[in-house]
């Protein structure tokens, strides 16, 4: 079946420093979305791509989707404490109608 | 803003119980999914209902979950019995899109204590 990995597991970070996760399929996806778990909260929607290598911001996030449509990343420039969370991507595949959570990347940021 | 809303918010029970979780998307979308997430993990779909029918149930443990969405708008997922290694976070989302790749809006989650 479909497999969605994330790497790394946790991610400590100072604050100020740059973050990065990435997303891997185990095959071709229609789209992918990432989403944000607060501890103790519930996912919040960030963003989808759907095109081959699409590229999108959000301040100071910013989202990869690979040219093979089979992975993805999510970068955050200059980490602040309120960064803290849980990041999942989702993905989608075609003809399907849900998603696959990936396993996600716990991140901390230290102040 | 529109919410997802489910309840209970947290629920305790001993094994071979039964319980069930309620949900009441956001008006207006079709697509209604439950999930489970066990602590640690991402969130596993358990099943996804398109209006009134199920759409998708393949990871649903049919010999003690069933879920219904019988007028197409709430919906029940219930367990039972419960066993020890049901205790998780069971999040409902919904979507407004049919085909589902649109934006998942998820409730607060109800968590289950098996004890």
């Known amino acids: 079946g479909q497999q969605v990995m994330q790497i790394p597991q946790y991610q400590h970070v100072q604050e100020g420093e740059d973050f990065t996760t990435y997303c891997n399929s185990s095959?071709?996806?229609?789209?992918i979305q990432w989403y944000k778990q607060r501890p103790g909260g519930h996912p919040v929607f960030l963003i989808q791509l759907v095109k081959s290598g699409e590229v999108k911001k959000q301040k100071r996030l910013t989202f990869q989707f690979g040219e093979a449509k089979k992975n993805s990343s999510l970068h955050i420039t200059a980490t602040q404490t309120t960064d803290v969370g849980t990041y999942f991507c989702?993905?989608?595949?075609?003809?399907?109608?849900?998603?696959?959570f990936g396993t996600g990347t716990r991140l901390t940021v230290i102040p | 803003e529109a919410e997802v809303a489910q309840s209970p918010r947290y629920k305790i029970t001993e094994k071979s119980q039964a319980v069930a979780f309620w949900c009441d998307p956001i008006?207006?979308?079709?697509?209604l999914y439950w999930y489970r997430q066990i602590l640690g993990q991402g969130p596993e779909l358990l099943v996804q209902?398109?209006?009134?029918?199920?759409?998708?149930d393949s990871q649903l443990p049919k010999d003690r979950f069933s879920a219904e969405r019988l007028k197409g708008v709430d919906s029940t997922l219930k367990i039972q019995p419960a066993e020890l290694g049901d205790s998780a976070m069971y999040l409902c989302a919904s979507s407004s899109d049919r085909v589902g790749s649109d934006t998942q809006y998820f409730g607060p989650g109800t968590r289950l204590t098996v004890l």
């Open positions: 989702a993905g989608g595949s075609p003809g399907a109608n849900n998603l696959f």
């Open positions: 209902f398109q209006d009134e029918s199920v759409v998708d």
């Open positions: 008006s207006g979308h079709a697509t």
């Open positions: 095959t071709t996806l229609s789209n």
